[in-house]
């Protein structure tokens, strides 16, 4: 049985370790590179939560952590390039057209124009749904495994991540993430006149969503046969 309130409680177990990882997403610019000791952190705590080891893990072998934060990131990227490519294969023509249409003022040609676009944003759309969908499985199979080719053993991936309980967790997360990035970005807003509290705000929001994700994700990838 999944604990969802047990990892939604997780990041508050120990304020300093929380307080580092979210300092990794404070300064602007060099978290571009921080970011991945906060990424590679998240996959220790959905390591653990694989073993039903719920208390914090240690910030310890900062090179590892850097590594793994650093393969989590190039993992979705790679994820993200067939949607990428299929994006910039069909918008040309679609654009072309209705480009042709507006110069050469003919309604019907930019109606059909219009109606293609449409349709097209929406087949664009899902393929980014099911990417953005699949790709924490496919992290979850480089945590379990170790090994950065499992990430892309796609067969078990889409097998993993199309069972109820991933879906169940997968959907919370989205909740919570929206939630929790609502609050955020209103606190953010109310105190930008500070400059440094949005930051701080936003870099705590972060850690506490990696934390949570993964740990959840974690959780369910081990009651997954």
Same mark, same amino acid.
């Given at each position: 049985?999944?604990?969802?309130?047990?990892?939604?409680?997780?990041?508050?177990?120990?304020?300093? *370790? @929380?307080?580092?990882?979210?300092?990794?997403?404070?300064?602007?610019?060099?978290?571009?590179?921080?970011?991945?000791?906060?990424?590679?952190?998240?996959?220790?705590?959905?390591?653990?939560?694989?073993?039903? /080891?719920?208390? @914090?893990?240690?910030?310890?072998?900062?090179?590892?952590?850097?590594?793994?934060?650093?393969?989590?990131?190039?993992?979705?990227?790679?994820?993200?390039?067939?949607?990428?490519?299929?994006?910039?294969?069909?918008?040309?023509?679609?654009? +072309?057209?209705? @480009?042709?249409?507006?110069?050469?003022?003919?309604?019907? =040609?930019?109606?059909?124009?219009?109606?293609?676009?449409?349709?097209?944003?929406?087949?664009?759309?899902?393929?980014?749904?099911?990417?953005?969908?699949?790709?924490?499985? =496919?992290?979850?199979?480089?945590? /379990?495994?170790?090994?950065?080719?499992?990430?892309?053993?796609?067969?078990?991936?889409?097998? *993993?991540?199309?069972? +109820?309980?991933?879906?169940?967790?997968?959907?919370?997360?989205?909740?919570?993430?929206?939630?929790?990035? @609502?609050?955020?970005?209103?606190?953010s807003t109310i105190t930008t006149v500070t400059v440094i509290l949005p930051l701080i705000i936003m870099g705590f929001a972060n850690m506490i969503l990696v934390i949570t994700s993964m740990t959840l994700?974690? %959780?369910?990838?081990? %009651?997954?046969?």
């Amino acid at each position: 049985m999944v604990n969802f309130e047990g990892a939604i409680k997780r990041p508050f177990q120990d304020f300093k *370790k @929380l307080g580092i990882g979210a300092l990794m997403y404070m300064i602007p610019i060099l978290n571009i590179v921080t970011g991945f000791f906060s990424s590679g952190y998240g996959l220790e705590c959905a390591k653990t939560a694989m073993k039903k /080891d719920y208390n @914090l893990p240690e910030w310890a072998d900062w090179g590892n952590l850097l590594i793994k934060g650093f393969l989590c990131f190039l993992i979705s990227v790679i994820y993200f390039i067939p949607l990428a490519i299929i994006t910039a294969i069909i918008s040309g023509p679609i654009l +072309s057209s209705s @480009l042709n249409a507006l110069i050469s003022s003919n309604p019907q =040609a930019l109606v059909s124009a219009l109606g293609a676009a449409g349709s097209t944003l929406v087949a664009v759309a899902l393929i980014g749904l099911l990417t953005i969908y699949v790709v924490p499985m =496919a992290i979850l199979l480089f945590v /379990d495994k170790g090994n950065f080719s499992d990430a892309f053993k796609f067969g078990m991936v889409f097998k *993993k991540a199309f069972t +109820s309980k991933y879906f169940t967790a997968w959907i919370i997360v989205m909740i919570y993430s929206f939630v929790v990035g @609502l609050v955020a970005g209103f606190l953010s807003t109310i105190t930008t006149v500070t400059v440094i509290l949005p930051l701080i705000i936003m870099g705590f929001a972060n850690m506490i969503l990696v934390i949570t994700s993964m740990t959840l994700f974690g %959780e369910v990838y081990s %009651e997954i046969k």
